[in-house]
């Protein structure tokens, strides 16, 4: 977790540092919407690395956005991701930001007519 003293004042400039890339973005995204396997999470993010999303959900998990759920099924461990109670508060931000690109595809459409 990090400490207090490390956050910048603008707040801004706080979600930027906590969400910081595309990647992270493109994880919540999928875990709003329900607990994920790690190998459901690598297929669905075109692109991504097998380090690349390990690093991204374990900073996620380092500050409190995700959780990580460990199953054991027989003799088969599996790990899952979810939000936790303070991550699922991003919520209603991702409603807002899909709603702004829609927002924008038809600006951009109308600016073609």
Not at 18 to 47: P, S, V, Y
Request: net charge neutral.
């Amino acid at each position: 977790m990090r400490d207090i003293n490390e956050m910048p004042s603008c707040l801004i400039a706080t979600f930027t540092m906590i969400m910081g890339n595309k990647w992270k973005l493109m994880i919540i995204r999928d875990l709003l919407n329900q607990e994920t396997c790690f190998g459901e999470l690598k297929r669905d993010l075109d692109g991504i690395s097998h380090k690349v999303l390990t690093e991204n959900l374990r900073s996620l998990e380092s500050d409190g956005i995700v959780k990580r759920n460990a199953y054991n099924e027989g003799n088969v461990r599996r790990v899952a991701y979810s939000m936790t109670e303070f991550g699922m508060t991003l919520e209603k931000i991702y409603r807002d930001i899909a709603d702004w690109g829609n927002a924008y595809k038809d600006f951009l459409k109308a600016q073609k007519s």
